[in-house]
């Protein structure tokens, strides 16, 4: 009995990618296993040290961290606070950027300016300027999700048919109304494709929002351990944060996904 697959088919779409992934992550595996016994140096850990040192962590926690729960809360209330000042501050601007085009040309120069700019760059600073090293933490990663917000949600109002807006105001809406009933509901799918990008570099400033603080987590974890040399708990941290970013910007996705349905854009292609 031949198996035909049919790109049409959820469950068969759903098994591709599956498999492709598990395939994907034994060669990954093996890969490291092989650069791992290729080493001159004992200091690049193989998988199965790094394993080990996984569940250590898990069942023990980390002496300078805590717990292996604490150690992921402390991270995630980091990386959530900036995630949430970005959207409070991006959404509002990013429509108003796009709506005013004057108001766009005074900010484009500015924002070319520090979009470049690395979010580990601001780390010494905002701990030299905030008492509080936490804060500075939240806002190293405010840093790495604002831009892609800001750009994505300025290009989607940008791309508005002017038909559109101008309707609304020969209907006698108002600029409050046409913002929030009209530019609003349009740059939603852009705001989510922005968040996918921005939740992705948002994990990747982790260990510089966290390597400044004394109130541990995953950064601080990464930082601490390899201070001492301690490689195979610096790999352990690294996967989780990878684990950590790979399950926020998946459930970016499918939120992508049921949004795209309501507004009537076909993601399953």
Not at 116 to 143: D, H, K, R, Y
Not at 162 to 180: C, E, M, N, P
Request: with cysteine.
């Amino acid at each position: 009995m031949s198996f035909k697959y049919d790109k049409y088919d959820k469950r068969h779409r759903f098994v591709r990618k599956l498999l492709i992934s598990v395939v994907s992550l034994i060669a990954l595996i093996w890969v490291w296993w092989l650069v791992s016994e290729m080493s001159a140096t004992t200091a690049f850990p193989s998988p199965m040290e790094t394993w080990n040192a996984l569940v250590q962590f898990y069942n023990e926690g980390y002496t300078y961290t805590g717990s292996f729960w604490e150690t992921i809360g402390r991270s995630m209330n980091t990386f959530l606070k900036g995630v949430g000042l970005a959207l409070i501050i991006a959404l509002p601007l990013g429509l108003l950027l796009g709506y005013y085009a004057l108001l766009n040309e005074f900010a484009s120069p500015i924002i070319e300016v520090l979009k470049p700019i690395a979010p580990i760059a601001w780390a010494p600073i905002l701990a030299i300027v905030f008492s509080s090293s936490a804060t500075a933490g939240v806002l190293v990663v405010f840093i790495g999700i604002f831009f892609p917000l800001l750009t994505n949600i300025s290009f989607g109002v940008k791309n508005i048919d002017s038909s559109i807006v101008d309707a609304a105001r020969t209907l006698g809406a108002s600029k409050f109304a046409v913002v929030y009933k009209v530019l609003l509901p349009a740059a939603i799918p852009y705001m989510l494709n922005g968040l996918k990008i921005g939740l992705g570099i948002g994990w990747m400033c982790i260990v510089a929002a966290e390597m400044y603080s004394s109130s541990g987590g995953l950064g601080y974890m990464v930082a601490t351990a390899g201070s001492v040399g301690d490689a195979p708990m610096v790999m352990a941290a690294i996967i989780v944060i990878g684990l950590l970013g790979m399950c926020t910007v998946s459930a970016s996705e499918q939120l992508n996904r049921i949004v795209g349905r309501w507004v009537g854009i076909n993601h399953d292609k």
